[in-house]
């Protein structure tokens, strides 16, 4: 079975910074996918990146980038010059391709990021 | 524009009454999803559909039943075997295996 852990349940930081948000996972699947989800107050759930296991580079979404580590199975989301609108939780997830193509995705329980003036 | 409505945005129920929840999109796509949102944890899966007339169980599927009769909707029922069905519910779509779920902005269920 998939698992995904997030190690740090919430997170307070100065206006500016880059953040680093924490995301592990568990799988014997050598063929996988990894998203990165933002989730505001009102609920909704807002694609941020995407890095699939057989990528060669990390991906970016501008201020987004992912810290992929294959061998140690992690995948942390590195914000850039983090903005008040970027308080939020976050969810790290992955879908695994077990060939039927849509079995959905498996998420951790998140990181409440609150970004101070 | 292309996007989920889920609706209602609030909804509140009696305790042993069936409830459904509305999902509808506009993308085209193949695959949806129900989620269920409990405060401070992920999202866990209830149930999903690849194709037309056809769905699978997820994680947490017990006391929910669900229907794909069209390709636009993927409705959702909180049965009263549901032992706990105050939740936030989600619903996804997605295109394949390696585009992202795109969600609806979710329905409140309270159920007294």
């Known amino acids: 079975a998939q698992k995904i852990t997030q190690t740090q349940p919430g997170m307070f930081v100065q206006e500016k910074e880059a953040v680093t948000l924490d995301c592990t996972y568990d799988?014997?699947?050598?063929?996988?996918?990894l998203f990165w989800y933002k989730q505001p107050s009102s609920g909704e759930m807002i694609f941020l990146i995407y890095q699939g296991s057989y990528d060669q580079q990390n991906a970016t979404e501008g201020r987004y980038s992912l810290n992929f580590q294959k061998a140690r199975k992690s995948a942390n989301l590195v914000i850039s010059a983090s903005q008040l609108g970027d308080s939020a939780m976050y969810f790290c997830?992955?879908?695994?391709?077990?060939?039927?193509?849509?079995?959905?995705?498996?998420f951790g329980k998140g990181t409440h990021l609150i970004i101070q003036p | 524009d292309g996007g989920i409505t889920q609706s209602p945005k609030y909804l509140f129920r009696k305790e042993g009454q069936n409830v459904t929840l509305s999902c509808e999109q506009n993308l085209n796509h193949d695959a949806m999803y129900w989620y269920r949102q409990d405060p401070g944890q992920g999202l866990r899966l209830i149930y999903y559909s690849q194709i037309v007339n056809d769905f699978q169980k997820g994680d947490i599927a017990e006391g929910y039943s669900v229907s794909r009769e069209k390709k636009e909707s993927f409705p959702l029922t909180v049965t009263s075997a549901q032992k706990n069905p105050t939740a936030f519910y989600l619903c996804?779509?997605?295109?394949?295996?390696?585009?992202?779920?795109?969600f609806g902005n979710g329905t409140r269920l309270t159920v007294t």
């Open positions: 996804a779509s997605s295109r394949g295996e390696r585009s992202p779920l795109h």
């Open positions: 997830a992955m879908r695994f391709n077990s060939g039927g193509g849509a079995d959905g995705l498996t």
């Open positions: 799988t014997s699947d050598p063929s996988y996918g």
